[in-house]
């Protein structure tokens, strides 16, 4: 009978042991899962409000190309058009979303071919930002210290800026509509079907 309980009291201590190697385990693969289920949401967020961030970025550049666009017609439409500062022509964009992809420990999560895709458009949205303060800043010291004689050359130096600005703009939509957006929902659509 005593060898029949060391025997048993052996065997239950080794069946114990394994329940908690199980449970030591499980819970260790839950919390890795748990992990990586907060990093993907936390992806998806990301994401997603890229996708927003986007939009408005989209809206602005639609609504500067129309005034820049307007302003040439009218330049064209009357050769004594009269140039002023317009402040609707601003494209100062915080752009705080795709800055923070480039902070270290964002830097792995995004990926590598579509943060260099982020590079190169907040590249493009620093050339329109320079460009509209070049031609405020240019039409501003026109008007205080302009004259008649340097009119002609001003003019037709105010209407190429605002032609490769109209250009830049038109560059910048195409870059959200045809890159960007699609790239950003098939990114979301990748992580969602990894879940």
Not at 1 to 27: D, Q, R
Not at 94 to 113: A, P, Y
Not at 129 to 146: C, F, H, L, S, V
């Given at each position: 009978?005593?060898g029949?309980?060391k025997?048993?009291?052996?065997?239950?201590?080794?069946?114990e042991?394994f329940?908690?190697?199980?449970?030591i385990?499980?819970?260790?693969?839950?919390?890795?899962?748990?992990e990586?289920?907060?990093?993907?949401?936390?992806?998806?967020?990301y994401?997603?409000t890229?996708?927003?961030?986007?939009?408005?970025?989209?809206?602005?550049?639609t609504?500067?190309?129309a005034?820049v666009?307007?302003?040439?017609?009218?330049?064209d439409?009357?050769?004594?058009y009269t140039?002023?500062?317009d402040?609707?022509?601003?494209?100062?964009?915080?752009?705080?979303?795709?800055?923070?992809g480039?902070?270290?420990e964002?830097?792995?999560?995004i990926?590598?071919?579509?943060?260099?895709?982020?590079?190169?458009?907040?590249?493009?949205?620093?050339?329109?930002?320079?460009?509209?303060?070049?031609?405020?800043?240019?039409?501003?010291?026109?008007?205080?210290?302009?004259?008649?004689?340097?009119?002609?050359a001003?003019?037709?130096?105010?209407?190429?800026?605002?032609?490769?600005l109209?250009?830049?703009?038109?560059?910048?939509?195409?870059?959200?509509?045809?890159?960007?957006?699609?790239?950003?929902k098939?990114?979301?659509k990748?992580?969602e079907?990894?879940?």
């Amino acid at each position: 009978m005593k060898g029949f309980l060391k025997n048993t009291s052996w065997k239950f201590l080794l069946l114990e042991l394994f329940v908690v190697f199980i449970g030591i385990y499980g819970a260790f693969y839950l919390t890795t899962l748990r992990e990586e289920q907060v990093a993907r949401d936390n992806r998806v967020n990301y994401y997603k409000t890229f996708m927003l961030n986007l939009d408005g970025l989209y809206s602005q550049a639609t609504k500067v190309k129309a005034k820049v666009d307007t302003i040439l017609v009218q330049m064209d439409e009357d050769p004594d058009y009269t140039i002023t500062i317009d402040r609707d022509i601003n494209f100062t964009k915080n752009m705080l979303i795709v800055r923070s992809g480039f902070e270290s420990e964002n830097f792995t999560t995004i990926g590598q071919e579509y943060l260099a895709s982020l590079d190169r458009g907040s590249d493009l949205i620093s050339m329109i930002q320079k460009r509209a303060d070049t031609i405020e800043e240019e039409t501003r010291k026109y008007q205080i210290y302009g004259n008649k004689s340097s009119e002609e050359a001003f003019r037709n130096w105010y209407k190429d800026e605002m032609t490769l600005l109209s250009g830049l703009l038109g560059g910048l939509q195409s870059t959200i509509i045809n890159g960007a957006v699609p790239e950003t929902k098939e990114i979301i659509k990748r992580i969602e079907a990894n879940e």
